[in-house]
């Protein structure tokens, strides 16, 4: 759950491998989606957890054929994408185009992502580990979401023409914003999603306004279209990657509940280490933050501070002759016990 560019979806597949943050595992085997979690046939259904719900939520994005439009609003800031999912069991393809700011299409094949901008003639290849389907969620490697998250479930609400439960998704500490997730009730997915401040109240929303599901989507059709950029300047960022400690940086102590996900860096993998710009991937499972580290520049890296855009926020900091950029869907103390807690090895 997640940055905002024109779309938060997109913004999360270009910028931020929010996870990187890695995907859920099935909830349980032949026709599981069709119940609610902990639902048993011929008895008193069980309480159902969050991590119940949580693998439910993920495992329809997964097994779900869709088309819809979807709206994030964060601020005064509103944007809207199409987006066509399809999975045939094994591989899963997106397609998903911008409405409203600058014209672009992300496609995405397992872990190809291939963003393509028309008025620049420009177009992004990359590999990412994984698909993330909307909404954007990861499991951490010790599952331990619900050491910091409780559930509470609300009710029954319509949203896009189809009846869903609403779960609020509170956290323990003041480390971690809260949600309100609108779950279809037949299939499981998502189809409204709020961030919540520590006061309850909603600083980004995303929510389909229209929806198809079991829609007429075909691999072969997106993935034709993923191989069609003539006309195109292919870029093709050189990730590598890395380790923290390779690259001389460690946490003195961590933050509570987030664990490293993944790190890289950008560039020539023969430069020293240090040198090139690295970006380390935190998650607790639900929120994620990533730390940018570079070598400072005087001549870009004029001003420290704080800013925010709907649930995300950033602080910039020059940690001696590095300098710094913390973001993530968190709130600004979390961001400084991260920069607080990074250090130099070498």
Same mark, same amino acid.
């Given at each position: 759950?997640? !940055?905002?560019?024109?779309?938060?979806?997109?913004?999360?597949?270009?910028? !931020?491998?929010?996870?990187g943050l890695a995907l859920w595992v099935a909830l349980a085997a032949s026709g599981a989606?069709?119940?609610?979690?902990?639902?048993?046939?011929?008895?008193?259904?069980?309480?159902?957890?969050?991590?119940?719900?949580?693998?439910?939520?993920?495992?329809?994005?997964?097994?779900?054929?869709?088309?819809?439009?979807?709206?994030?609003?964060?601020?005064?800031?509103?944007?809207?994408?199409?987006?066509?999912?399809?999975?045939?069991?094994?591989?899963?393809?997106?397609?998903?185009?911008?409405?409203?700011?600058?014209?672009?299409?992300?496609?995405?094949?397992?872990? +190809?992502?291939?963003?393509?901008?028309?008025?620049?003639?420009?177009?992004?290849?990359?590999?990412?580990?994984?698909?993330?389907?909307?909404?954007?969620?990861?499991?951490?490697?010790?599952?331990?979401?619900?050491?910091?998250?409780?559930? !509470?479930?609300?009710?029954?609400?319509?949203?896009?023409?189809?009846?869903?439960?609403?779960?609020?998704?509170?956290?323990?500490?003041?480390?971690?914003?809260?949600?309100?997730?609108?779950? +279809?009730?037949q299939t499981g997915l998502t189809v409204k999603m709020q961030t919540l401040d520590?006061?309850?109240?909603?600083?980004?929303?995303?929510?389909?306004?229209?929806?198809?599901?079991?829609?007429?989507?075909?691999?072969?059709?997106?993935?034709?279209?993923?191989?069609?950029?003539?006309?195109?300047?292919?870029?093709?960022?050189?990730?590598?990657?890395?380790?923290?400690?390779?690259?001389?940086?460690?946490?003195?102590?961590?933050?509570?509940?987030?664990?490293?996900?993944?790190?890289?860096?950008?560039?020539?993998?023969?430069?020293?280490?240090?040198?090139?710009?690295?970006?380390?991937?935190?998650?607790?499972?639900?929120?994620?933050?990533?730390?940018?580290?570079?070598?400072?520049?005087?001549?870009?890296?004029?001003?420290?501070?704080?800013?925010?855009?709907?649930?995300?926020?950033?602080?910039?900091?020059?940690?001696?002759?590095?300098?710094?950029?913390?973001?993530?869907?968190?709130?600004?103390?979390?961001?400084?016990?991260?920069?607080?807690?990074? +250090?130099?090895?070498?």
């Amino acid at each position: 759950m997640s !940055r905002v560019g024109d779309c938060r979806v997109l913004a999360r597949g270009l910028g !931020r491998p929010m996870a990187g943050l890695a995907l859920w595992v099935a909830l349980a085997a032949s026709g599981a989606m069709a119940q609610t979690p902990g639902a048993a046939s011929g008895g008193t259904a069980a309480p159902p957890s969050l991590n119940q719900w949580l693998d439910r939520l993920q495992d329809a994005s997964r097994r779900r054929a869709y088309i819809g439009t979807f709206v994030v609003s964060a601020g005064t800031t509103m944007s809207a994408s199409k987006i066509w999912h399809v999975c045939d069991g094994t591989q899963q393809m997106e397609r998903i185009d911008s409405l409203t700011g600058t014209a672009r299409t992300t496609l995405r094949k397992n872990d +190809e992502v291939l963003t393509l901008v028309p008025e620049s003639r420009v177009a992004w290849a990359e590999k990412r580990e994984a698909l993330r389907p909307f909404p954007d969620q990861i499991k951490t490697p010790g599952n331990a979401i619900e050491e910091h998250y409780t559930l !509470r479930l609300l009710g029954v609400e319509r949203v896009a023409g189809f009846d869903a439960d609403v779960l609020h998704i509170q956290p323990r500490d003041a480390l971690r914003f809260g949600y309100r997730v609108w779950s +279809e009730k037949q299939t499981g997915l998502t189809v409204k999603m709020q961030t919540l401040d520590g006061q309850g109240q909603v600083i980004e929303q995303m929510v389909f306004s229209e929806l198809q599901l079991d829609a007429p989507v075909k691999m072969d059709t997106l993935s034709k279209l993923m191989a069609k950029t003539q006309g195109y300047k292919i870029l093709r960022p050189q990730l590598n990657k890395t380790t923290p400690e390779a690259q001389g940086w460690r946490l003195r102590q961590d933050v509570p509940g987030f664990q490293g996900m993944s790190s890289h860096t950008r560039g020539d993998p023969a430069a020293p280490a240090g040198s090139l710009p690295m970006q380390w991937v935190f998650s607790d499972g639900l929120s994620s933050v990533s730390l940018f580290v570079e070598p400072f520049d005087a001549q870009r890296h004029r001003r420290e501070g704080a800013s925010s855009m709907g649930a995300t926020h950033s602080l910039t900091v020059r940690l001696g002759q590095h300098w710094l950029t913390a973001m993530g869907e968190v709130p600004p103390a979390t961001l400084r016990e991260f920069a607080q807690s990074l +250090e130099r090895l070498r």
